[in-house]
């Protein structure tokens, strides 16, 4: 299964599920990352690292590391 | 705590996430411009104020930090959630004011919907419905009431709309808030569980289904920017998966542009940079030269005793090393308010967070450390954004290190006294190298500090970094004022009476147990007997006996106790340095026939026992590589004792950082004596 830190650039996702083993998974979720809502990777930050997704109409710039817990359908 | 009387007043916390408008609002209500971070720290400070007189509200009102969610994640955010729900000296507050970004309602409504089920009484404020307009949508206000069963109120922050019919629900919430009982709110627990949380969210995706309405053709056309708008109505059917702003996106493919995001993240912190020195110079030589008239003015115009001295030598010329920095803080805060404000800053903590993550740090880390550059105190404080502990005590722990605005005349003194005066770049080229040097002094000790932090942090949480990129915005002057205001308070509040008082200690130490001194009169003028008498008394002061005290740590130095003084009045704050070398070396140089100037005096002055000159290539950089280092800002320890939770850090930190200075200056000025540099 793909995660939101394997999306390409520009690249759409819908989210399946959020990996709840994984510490941040609480704070990913209230800033709106829930099943359902179609996320899109907008910007790579130069190192790769964090990148930038569009999540109910705003930018949000998260860790791969973090993202890595966002599963897409 | 609130007397009886003190209870009777209603007590009104502002809360909403971060970019949501509230801090705005705040100022609004208040008229008082405060200004907040999103701070989840140890030390809650929530900005109170009162409403504006033409309001008529009597309450308190509280501006809290700026929260997602009352579900508290680490202990520092719990101290913050829970001094929401019972302020620690206001107590509970009787009424909530909850901002929302009318954009963004889908995230932003979490918050109101888990305050309301604690069973606060809560209002809320849609901001930001002028940028909703531009996208053909406008809000109902009575659907969200009704769905969440409380008063929703829009509100233009810019236009000032809405303010009246706000003050109106807040006086009706008011009276209904003295029947009901406070005892009844709990702390927000049932969001402990993911289902919960996506449970809340799909309810507030259906009130947001129904809240959104499309503006009529009519009332498009009366807005100016109607005809650029229509297309963007006609795709959109109404959902709340809006995209981004538009502008914001194509901005961003540059800003944040693989390649050139971080070469022009580079170039903006440059002329962020160099644009200090430039624009502060002017300002801060003309503070400089009003405190010298007015010591001057003090002296001349009145007998010469221990009074006068206080007052010129103590009073004036101690607030005058506090101010001469002001005008440097106020320009880097303000250029970094505009930047904030812009959108830009959440940008470059974002450019920035793969990097400073390897020595332990965060993204987040990034404004705090550039702060620190300005000074130590504001930076520190700064450094409550951080929400993972030992990363934010880290940040803390290096903030030391950046080459704080105190620093600068130091530098700036030994630079002019080491360059040829006809090549005045070279001397900027050594401060750049200066400053480069001391950003790669603070990422190394970052980087050995972090291999000791289960030892000296005692805290490991897992490390985050989500940050919302808000829309860029052209900033907002009145709030770029206000933050740049109490940035610069802080520092003249918190570091300022401690500069003072120890320049007022410095001076009994200079002045005092020789108040008169007996000197030959015969054939000198009246300055010159002043400087005999001031050269007699420091030398039998009781400065010169703490000098002579640690003259035996100053020699492997190539330095002497006059210098050792110096740099233990530098304590009080690093500049006093240089007006206490002033102080010293002006007053015994043997060119007291005229008034020389500092550096003159500075490149005649002698190590008393060797005859050999004191202010040598080799001891001038050893000095400026011992400021780099030191921490020796009573201010900053201060500070920092109060924002870390004890003293442990703070210690550390002057041991370490103190420890380094002499060390890496033992080594420098031995170094380049062994290379025949003397």
Redesign the interface.
């Known amino acids: 299964m793909r995660t939101a830190a394997e999306l390409n650039y520009r690249e759409k996702g819908i989210i399946s599920d959020i990996d709840s083993s994984h510490p941040s998974s609480k704070r990913i979720m209230e800033h709106g990352f829930t099943p359902g809502q179609t996320i899109e990777l907008i910007n790579k930050s130069t190192f790769n690292d964090p990148i930038a997704i569009s999540i109910r109409g705003t930018l949000i710039a998260i860790r791969k590391s973090e993202a890595d817990c966002i599963k897409l359908k | 705590m609130r007397t009886d009387t003190d209870l009777l007043i209603p007590v009104i916390t502002l809360v909403g996430p971060p970019n949501s408008g509230k801090t705005t609002l705040f100022n609004l209500l208040s008229g008082k411009n405060y200004k907040t971070v999103n701070y989840p720290g140890s030390t809650v400070e929530y900005y109170t104020s009162h409403f504006l007189s033409k309001y008529n509200i009597k309450a308190d009102l509280l501006d809290s930090p700026g929260i997602?969610?009352v579900?508290p994640?680490s202990l520092d955010e719990k101290v913050s959630v829970d001094s929401l729900y019972s302020h620690p000296k206001l107590g509970v507050p009787d009424l909530l004011i909850s901002t929302i970004d009318s954009?963004?309602l889908?995230?932003h409504l979490?918050l109101p919907k888990q305050l309301i089920s604690s069973g606060f009484n809560v209002i809320i404020v849609l901001t930001m419905t002028d940028i909703l307009a531009k996208r053909g949508l406008k809000v109902s206000e009575s659907t969200i009431s009704n769905a969440l069963n409380c008063d929703v109120v829009i509100v233009n922050g810019r236009s000032k709309f809405g303010v009246e019919k706000l003050i109106e629900v807040i006086n009706k919430n008011l009276i209904r808030a003295k029947e009901s009982d406070k005892k009844n709110i709990t702390h927000y627990n049932s969001l402990e569980n993911?289902r919960d949380?996506?449970e809340t969210?799909?309810e507030i995706e259906e009130i947001v289904n129904d809240a959104y309405e499309p503006i009529k053709t009519t009332e498009i056309i009366n807005l100016n920017s109607a005809n650029s708008e229509l297309s963007i109505l006609q795709d959109n059917h109404i959902n709340?998966?809006?995209?981004?702003d538009k502008l914001?996106?194509k901005i961003?493919?540059v800003l944040?542009h693989?390649?050139w995001?971080?070469l022009i993240f580079l170039i903006v912190m440059g002329l962020t940079f160099t644009s200090i020195f430039w624009l502060a110079k002017p300002l801060m030589n003309l503070v400089d030269k009003l405190f010298v008239s007015l010591n001057t003015l003090v002296i001349e115009n009145f007998e010469p005793g221990w009074f006068t001295f206080l007052v010129s030598d103590g009073i004036i010329s101690g607030t005058g090393s506090v101010l001469v920095f002001v005008p440097q803080i106020l320009i880097l805060f303000m250029i970094l308010g505009l930047l904030e404000d812009s959108g830009y800053l959440?940008?470059g903590?974002?450019?920035i967070?793969?990097?400073l993550?390897k020595i332990g740090l965060n993204?987040r880390s990034f404004v705090p450390m550039l702060s620190g550059f300005a000074c130590a105190i504001p930076a520190i404080i700064a450094a409550r954004t951080i929400p993972n502990r030992r990363e934010r005590l880290l940040t803390i722990f290096i903030i030391p290190l950046m080459t704080c605005s105190a620093r600068l005349p130091v530098f700036a003194l030994l630079i002019a006294y080491l360059i040829p005066q006809e090549k005045p770049w070279v001397g900027g080229i050594i401060l750049g190298g200066i400053y480069l040097f001391s950003v790669l002094i603070s990422i190394l000790v970052a980087a050995m500090i972090n291999k000791f932090r289960k030892r000296i942090f005692n805290a490991e949480?897992?490390s985050?970094?989500?940050?919302?990129?808000?829309?860029y915005r052209i900033p907002k002057l009145s709030s770029v004022i206000s933050h740049t205001y109490n940035s610069s308070k802080q520092y003249i509040f918190r570091a300022g009476p401690i500069i003072l008082g120890f320049s007022l200690i410095l001076w009994f130490l200079t002045f005092f147990p020789n108040i008169n001194p007996e000197v030959l009169t015969e054939g000198f003028s009246t300055e010159q007997i002043q400087n005999l008498e001031r050269a007699d008394r420091l030398e039998h002061s009781y400065a010169s006996d703490l000098g002579k005290f640690i003259q035996p740590f100053m020699t492997p130095i190539g330095m002497d106790w006059r210098i050792g003084v110096s740099l233990i009045s530098a304590f009080a704050a690093r500049e006093v340095f240089v007006s206490s070398l002033a102080l010293t070396f002006k007053v015994t140089s043997e060119d007291d026939k005229q008034q020389s100037t500092l550096l003159n005096s500075l490149r005649n002055a002698k190590i008393e026992a060797t005859g050999e000159k004191l202010f040598s290539v080799a001891t001038s950089i050893g000095l400026i590589v011992f400021f780099i280092f030191a921490l020796q800002c009573l201010s900053t320890v201060a500070v920092s004792r109060k924002e870390t939770g004890g003293w442990k850090i703070p210690i550390l930190q002057v041991f370490i950082f103190t420890s380094l200075a002499y060390f890496m200056t033992f080594i420098t000025v031995n170094g380049l004596r062994f290379f025949g540099i003397q």
């Open positions: 997602v969610s579900v994640e954009c963004q889908s995230r979490l993911k949380l996506v969210f799909k709340n998966e809006f995209s981004p914001t996106l961003d493919s944040l693989r390649f995001g971080f959440a940008r903590a974002m450019l967070d793969k990097p993550s993204g949480d897992s985050s970094f989500i940050l919302e990129l808000p829309a």
